[in-house]
């Protein structure tokens, strides 16, 4: 069936270091792929997204790449400092019908060490 | 600034009972989805909308229903309450008129106990 993989479910870095977090989809209709930074007690909120027609975004500290061959995007994160601590999630927007439904990655714990 | 708005933040219910999650939006806002957040399980979709009146299956469907009467607003219902069913429910709202698909909004998620 449809699914997005992400991995590592758990990263935990020093403040400063780059943190990568990786994910892979099954759909290759997909087009649309953003990442949601949650943190704790709070409600997902979109950090940069990705469309199909772009190999890479940069905002900042974060970027995201994606390769469509291989059906795999990733979020990179420079510089890490201690308030992005949180949980990343990956999603891909999948084409069903002439609608599109939003599934999502199982997570990243992202854990930056003063 | 986008409102997605869960009737509840907390609620517990006993096994068997009906249970409705509401979910309303104010940016006119086509597409509307609930999802069940469990922890090393990510974001589930249950069932989603992208018109009043219109329903489709998520992932895990089984023990849910939904209905969209209005365009704005979004409930997702359990029809007979089960301990399985103890999680955290996340309602969203998006623009569908993109092709591909648009930036999702959550609301502030309804965290359901099930005795």
């Known amino acids: 069936g449809e699914n997005v993989e992400q991995h590592p479910s758990t990263l935990s870095v020093q403040e400063g270091d780059s943190a990568v977090i990786k994910c892979t989809y099954s759909d290759s209709a997909s087009n649309y792929f953003p990442w949601y930074k949650q943190e704790l007690g709070k409600r997902p909120q979109l950090i940069i997204d990705i469309r199909s027609n772009v190999g890479e975004k940069k905002d900042q500290r974060i970027a995201v790449t994606l390769n469509k061959t291989a059906k795999h995007f990733s979020l990179h994160i420079t510089e890490t400092q201690p308030e992005d601590s949180a949980v990343y999630f990956c999603a891909a927007s999948m084409p069903s019908g002439g609608y599109n439904k939003l599934i999502f990655g199982a997570g990243t714990r992202l854990a930056v060490h003063p | 600034d986008v409102k997605v708005t869960q009737s509840s933040r907390y609620l517990v219910k006993r096994t068997g009972e009906k249970v409705f999650l509401e979910c309303v939006q104010d940016?006119?806002?086509?597409?509307m989805f609930w999802y069940r957040q469990d922890p090393g399980l990510g974001l589930r979709l249950i069932y989603f909308s992208y018109d009043v009146k219109m329903k489709e299956k998520g992932d895990i469907p089984e023990g849910y229903s939904v209905s969209r009467e209005k365009k704005e607003r979004f409930s997702l219902i359990l029809e007979s309450a089960s301990t399985n069913q103890t999680s955290m429910y996340l309602c969203a709202s998006s623009l569908y008129r993109i092709p591909g698909g648009t930036e999702a909004f959550f609301g502030q998620g309804t965290r359901l106990t099930v005795v």
């Open positions: 940016m006119d806002h086509e597409n």
